[in-house]
């Protein structure tokens, strides 16, 4: 465990501490560590740093045997812990796709020259689908937090057209499907988790995605690569027949996601569309301004908050309390999150 965080917020040790459940969970998935050793590397650039882009910037890298993070600097632990806990798990998880299962088309990569593979779906879908599993299983975070963050890859591909997500991966450097990619992450991980659920139906139980993805990473691993066209042949044989038109369907065609049919077979119930009363101070965001160390009011006229809150008005205080970078989540949340009889003035 390595971190530099740039004004001393962010503590090696505190960073340690949080990992080491998540690492516990992941060496309970795979039955033993994967590797014998393994390198987190983190750099925490602070929030007025010259480092940080105006659209954020932030990132990670994984590498068989280590990940490098690029992650800002947060005051707040729970966020810090947060934040942490959802990049780590993922980027570690790449230790099986597409470190240990690729393509040739990944395994024999050309900078000069690439040439995509057809499994981004896998790469990263799958892995954030897994990254999740991993952390509900762990106990690091709840059934109900699980089924939020599922809700809100729902919504989040919604925003996007349905295409073949095999064709979308392997044009994915040209238009209109580069503008596609951030989906990978949201239909790509709904499809790893109905894909499971699959799998769990047609074995009664007695197979799931993770054995799948073991068998590959057994079979393959750092050094060989499978051909592009030959991975779901693979997996169906690895399975099931019945398993081909999921990936017919839904991987390479395009056709919508079966939400409330797969969400049913887990007692899940799933609903499109509905309507909510919640209480609300209106239409109000933030905005912080680096510069003057202030925070802003943004997306929001006079007339459409509670408060009168104009485009741009600084938010000083919150009943009588300083606003600063160290309390601004606690102070500030009850604004667009309000959970009565919480006052805000």
């Not at 499994?119 to 106990?139: C, N, P």
């Not at 709904?190 to 139906?201: A, C, F, K, P, T």
């Not at 799931?208 to 057994?218: G, H, P, Q």
Request: aromatic share 12%; glycine share 8%.
């Amino acid at each position: 465990m390595a971190v530099l965080s740039e004004t001393g917020v962010v503590k090696a040790a505190e960073v340690s501490q949080m990992l080491r459940p998540m690492s516990e969970a992941l060496t309970k998935f795979f039955g033993k560590m994967p590797v014998p050793k393994y390198q987190f590397l983190f750099y925490f650039p602070g929030l007025n740093s010259p480092l940080n882009s105006k659209n954020g910037g932030y990132g990670a890298m994984e590498h068989s045997y280590s990940s490098l993070y690029f992650l800002p600097e947060m005051p707040d632990p729970d966020r810090l812990r947060s934040m942490v806990l959802e990049v780590a798990s993922h980027e570690f998880l790449h230790m099986l796709a597409p470190l240990n299962i690729h393509s040739r088309e990944i395994g024999e990569f050309d900078f000069r020259d690439p040439k995509m593979s057809q499994h981004l779906w896998l790469y990263e879908g799958v892995t954030e689908y897994v990254s999740q599993l991993v952390q509900v299983r762990g106990g690091l975070i709840t059934p109900v937090e699980f089924r939020e963050r599922m809700k809100t890859k729902i919504d989040n591909a919604s925003k996007f057209e349905n295409v073949s997500f095999t064709e979308m991966s392997r044009r994915i450097l040209e238009a209109p499907y580069k503008d596609m990619y951030p989906n990978v992450y949201e239909k790509g991980a709904l499809l790893g988790l109905l894909l499971d659920i699959r799998i769990r139906e047609l074995s009664q139980g007695r197979q799931t995605l993770r054995d799948v993805l073991l068998a590959l990473r057994e079979k393959y691993g750092p050094t060989r690569s499978f051909e592009d066209n030959q991975l779901i042949p693979e997996i169906v044989a690895l399975t099931s027949p019945e398993l081909r038109p999921f990936f017919d369907r839904y991987v390479v065609g395009k056709e919508p996601l079966p939400l409330a049919e797969y969400f049913g077979k887990i007692g899940w119930v799933y609903a499109p569309v509905g309507q909510t009363r919640v209480k609300a101070f209106g239409n109000l965001g933030f905005g912080y301004d680096q510069g003057k160390d202030q925070f802003r009011a943004v997306k929001t006229k006079a007339d459409e908050n509670a408060f009168g809150l104009k485009e741009g008005d600084v938010i000083v205080a919150v009943n009588g309390q300083a606003v600063t970078m160290q309390n601004a989540e606690k102070l500030l949340r009850p604004w667009w999150s309000p959970k009565p009889p919480t006052p805000c003035a």
